[in-house]
């Protein structure tokens, strides 16, 4: 199953469809626990998962926005991966067992999509700009989408681009 679907299903599960997704509504769907932490200026979020039990910090001095990302990176960590710390920085610590070092770049690659995808479901991105002609060029268009979103304007545009509304 792709990783959007992987998303879209979470979703219909959860019975989220509006948007923002309430990203705690869906940790807590998932039984993660989700805390504001003090994690230092280069680490965003942290997944520990330990006796059947799970927990999202999330940096408490980034911008709402980035703590959105973070907390839905970490959900795509628990979904996806079996590893019980992720430590996502400008790098990754990923401890799978007491021999593993360091995570894959797939693996980031793969939580930030899926992250993406939980985010801005392709549906409800694709029915936002569909409602009103957007003229892309005016920046304060893309502001207004992304806003709708809770979410960076540099992840709208990637995610605009990869569901291939804007090239």
């Given at each position: 199953?792709?990783?959007?679907?992987?998303?879209?299903?979470?979703?219909?599960?959860?019975?989220?469809?509006?948007?923002?997704?309430?990203?705690?509504?869906?940790?807590?769907?998932?039984?993660?626990?989700?805390?504001?932490?003090?994690?230092?200026?280069?680490?965003?979020?942290?997944?520990?998962?330990?006796?059947?039990?799970?927990?999202?910090?999330?940096n408490q001095d980034h911008?709402?926005?980035?703590?959105?990302?973070?907390?839905?990176?970490?959900?795509?960590?628990?979904?996806?991966?079996?590893?019980?710390?992720?430590?996502?920085?400008?790098?990754?610590?990923?401890?799978?067992?007491?021999?593993?070092?360091?995570?894959?770049?797939?693996?980031?690659?793969?939580?930030?999509?899926?992250?993406?995808?939980?985010?801005?479901?392709a549906k409800q991105v694709?029915?936002?700009?569909?409602?009103?002609?957007?003229?892309?060029?005016?920046?304060?268009?893309?502001?207004?989408?992304?806003?709708?979103?809770?979410?960076?304007?540099?992840?709208?545009?990637?995610?605009?681009?990869?569901?291939?509304?804007?090239?």
């Amino acid at each position: 199953m792709s990783l959007e679907k992987k998303a879209e299903q979470l979703l219909a599960e959860a019975g989220l469809d509006t948007v923002p997704i309430s990203v705690e509504q869906v940790a807590a769907y998932l039984g993660i626990k989700v805390e504001l932490a003090e994690l230092g200026e280069d680490c965003s979020g942290v997944l520990v998962r330990s006796e059947g039990r799970a927990v999202i910090g999330v940096n408490q001095d980034h911008h709402p926005n980035r703590r959105r990302f973070s907390i839905a990176h970490e959900i795509a960590h628990f979904v996806l991966h079996k590893g019980d710390t992720y430590i996502d920085k400008g790098y990754l610590v990923h401890f799978r067992d007491r021999e593993s070092g360091s995570g894959t770049k797939w693996e980031e690659m793969a939580a930030n999509a899926f992250a993406a995808a939980l985010l801005m479901p392709a549906k409800q991105v694709r029915d936002a700009f569909k409602q009103q002609p957007f003229d892309l060029t005016e920046d304060n268009v893309l502001e207004m989408l992304a806003k709708k979103f809770k979410v960076s304007t540099q992840a709208m545009t990637y995610r605009l681009m990869k569901l291939r509304v804007i090239s």
